[in-house]
Nanobody
Framework: QVQLVESGGGLVQPGGSLRLSCAAS????????MGWYRQAPGKQRELVAS???????YYADSVKGRFTISRDSAKNTAYLQMNTLKPEDTAVYSC?????WGQGTQVTVSS
């Protein structure tokens, strides 16, 4: 069993930045790839970024050049640095590892 706890969401103006964190606990030896997903109202959940245990990253086209995913294996934590945020980035962001999901954190980009 793995528990994932996200933090760092909030309200930010367009062009601003936020850093999301996803702390893992429990049977963390089973964690390989970690990913950040988001779901906006009325839309399907989409993969935003992922990072393998070895550090290989993937980004959705909509966030390339603006978002950076990283992980600190010593702290069992994954991060999503979000820069140059746009109103269309507004969504609930959730962390995923294998079969496990965090509770989600709201990101709202608005002036």
């Amino acid at each position: 069993q793995v528990q994932l706890v996200e933090s760092g969401g909030g309200l930010v103006q367009p062009g601003g930045s936020l850093r999301l964190s996803c702390a893992a606990s429990g049977s963390i030896f089973s964690i390989g790839t970690m990913g950040w997903y988001r779901q906006a109202p009325g839309k399907q959940r989409e993969l935003v970024a992922s990072i393998t245990f070895g550090g290989t990253t993937y980004y959705a086209d909509s966030v390339k050049g603006r978002f950076t995913i990283s992980r600190d294996s010593a702290k069992n934590t994954a991060y999503l640095q979000m820069n140059t945020l746009k109103p269309e980035d507004t969504a609930v962001y959730s962390c995923n590892a294998s079969l496990y999901w965090g509770q989600g954190t709201q990101v709202t980009v608005s002036s």
